[in-house]
């Protein structure tokens, strides 16, 4: 009989990053965005995973996910990644030509909370920080236009959220992240550090062993004699 998997620590939200090799134009018209999210209706045939929201960019793309046991994640995002890469070099004819995608992924975990909201507000506004549109809701590759205007197919991979959504949600999204806000986003993505209160982060990094994500940049002190 197969072992069940094993719940998550703590079930918390995961947001999930990925970037093309040399800022390579993964996504230059609709049919490459199209195509991109026919591969994340199969992975999540194949790889069953809450999402809770998405943002696809021209070279690189996010997700917040909730797993709900170990090895969810992985799975989801390698066979999305890999699969995406091969029909990308298919399509675009440059099958052998190396990596598509920079390397695995990267991610950092999220509490149920006030946190995840901005992380969620920074996904869906990739795409307004990024000069393509006027507002979030505008842009048709996100998980905030699919759930408003989206088909069947996108609709039914995206799950309820373990947090109320805020009756002003849209209004929220568009208004900018403050300075404070956006800088520790930033950090989380480029250290992997878990992104809620101090004592949740210290204690998420030590159940999930990423206690180097919390560590001061830079060489350790000398000691002293």
């Known amino acids: 009989m197969p072992r069940a998997a094993r719940k998550a620590p703590g079930g918390q939200v995961y947001h999930v990053l990925n970037r093309s090799v040399g800022k390579r134009h993964l996504f230059g018209k609709d049919a490459d965005f199209e195509a991109f999210q026919r591969v994340m209706i199969e992975a999540h045939q194949r790889h069953p995973i809450r999402i809770l929201s998405y943002c696809v960019l021209s070279n690189h793309w996010h997700f917040a996910v909730w797993p709900d046991a170990d090895g ?3 799975a989801f995002f390698r066979w999305l990644a890999h699969t995406h890469a091969m029909r990308w070099r298919v399509a675009h004819r440059t099958v052998g030509y190396g990596h598509l995608y920079q390397g695995r992924f990267q991610s950092f975990p999220v509490p149920s909370d006030e946190h995840l909201l901005t992380v ?9 920080g990024a000069g393509l549109v006027a507002r979030a809701e505008h842009w048709r590759w996100s998980g905030l236009w699919a759930r408003m205007h989206g088909e069947d197919a996108i609709k039914a991979i995206l799950s309820p959220w373990p947090v109320e959504r805020p009756v002003d949600w849209t209004d929220r999204v568009n208004a900018p992240l403050s300075a404070k806000e956006f800088g520790r986003v930033r950090v989380s993505i480029e250290r992997g ?21 919390i560590r001061p940049e830079g060489r350790p002190p000398k000691p002293r004699n």
């Open 120 to 128: 969620l507000r920074y996904i869906k506004r990739n795409a307004v």
């Open 193 to 213: 550090r878990p992104f809620g209160e101090d004592e949740w982060v210290k204690r998420t990094a030590s159940e999930l062993r990423l206690e180097h994500t």
């Open 72 to 74: 969810q994640v992985t």
